[in-house]
């Protein structure tokens, strides 16, 4: 754990151009998640006291956007500038009593990576580590700049960096001599490089922990004259340099943790990294998935024992499957807690959204079905094709097994709702409740007119339609009685 205070500045003003969006870029979405929600997420790892995003580029749109992602990572919107409401870190490396405040500080026009960071001074103590992280790197990992503070140790100037095979575009770290660890002199970004200095293969990642109040000096001293015609942040080795200063690197091999997005195309080949990173980890944990490179978590999902998923799965915001659960090929499953050994059939599309979804031991699901939220489902209930559920309670042992729509609906244990019924839950301005006692059977292609009680052990024969509450055991038949005209002649083909 860090010494020192520590602020984090979050570099999120330039255009990317590349990604050809009206959106900004660091709101796109990597693993269900905005780019800039990683990062932040990240910062609010670390025993940070405060967070400073540098926005620019759709400055408005990404503020808003961050007080959702500073609420999900635990760190307080310190909007009013002096540091705000706090709130806890609520994570595994922040200290128990860690806090840290969001900030924004706006660079208009953007004049490169140093003047973004000369934004962020009036918000930041001198006493205190800065660390720089930019808003489109999104894969670093908390231990790996806690690595990387720990260099810093609050007096040096610490560089991260990685040796590529293909440098190009990079930043290089210029060293004194030809070892790996000689003493640092520079990094020369790829347009002022001489062709030997467009040589060098390790690369500076854009992440630099750096003494603040030494920062704030080097910062003051920054001219554009390059061939950018920008204020560099990385300038800053040459004064460090000159200052007799230590600048040290930790360098690191995993490219990924330090991969920006630049393109469509560089945001998908960083989701699918970010995706076999946690196909692994559940597989880690036992979690037996078909095919990891078909699998797709937008939020949080935890599994017990013996879980089985096939291929092109797709789940996103709060997912618990218990043990033993197997899901089929194709599903969506979001915002939903599945019981233990129940069988999620191919094509089944489960959103429980705000209010939930719950699946109770043994059920069985699909295929193609659809539970919507407030679905609660008991234990042993069988969903089956082209039946949708929403905003009901089925008790245990309960079925609709095809073509059924049940909304705003309580149906007791052992109910067998049959093919093609429905609750007519919605009279034009207000929705109803239809509560189906226990044991009751109801016929195919029934209408239950909400709202309407079905007594306990009745029976609705198919094709009614229910207005009145039927008593407990009773036949129920709501529909027009049949005729049969015997010895009828259909109508004979006129001929012409
Ligand atoms: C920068 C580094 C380069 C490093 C590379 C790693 C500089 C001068 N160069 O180059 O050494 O190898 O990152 O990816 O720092 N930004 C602002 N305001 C600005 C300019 C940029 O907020 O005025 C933000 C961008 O939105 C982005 C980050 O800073 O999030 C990096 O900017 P970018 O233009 O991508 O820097 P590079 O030229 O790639
Ligand atoms: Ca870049």
Redesign the pocket.
Known sequence: MATFPLDVVI??????TRMKSRLP??LHRLGGRALLAHVIGCAGQLAARRAVV?T?HGAAEVEAACAGFAAAAGVADGADGAGGVQAQAGNALAQADNKLALDFAR?EP???????VQQALPLLADDGVTLVL????PLTQATTLQALLSQCDGQRLALLTLTMSDPT???RIVRAGPEADAQISA?V?QKDASDAQRQIRE????IMAVPTRLLRGWLARLDNCNAQG?F???DIVKFAVADGLAVVAHQITDAAQ?A?V?SPVQLAELERVHQLRLATKLMEQGVRLADPARFDQRGELTCGQDVEIDVNCVFDGRVSLGEGVRVGANCVIANAAIGAGAVIHPFTHIDGEKLGVQVGAGSLIGPFARLRPGAQLGAEVHIGNFVEVKNSTLADGAKANHLAYLGDATVGERVNYGAGSITANYDGANKHRTVIEADVHIGSNCVLVAPVTIGAGGTVGGGSTITKDTAPGALSVGRGKQVSIANWSRPAKIKR
Not at 110 to 116: K, M, N, R, S, Y
Not at 203 to 206: L, N, R
């Open positions: 570099m999120a003003a330039g255009k990317g870029k660091v540098i620019g660079q953007q004049l490169g990576t140093g003047h973004a930019s808003g489109d790197v575009g990079y930043g990094i970004e690369i500076y990642s854009g920008e560099y942040l990385t330090v920006g630049n």
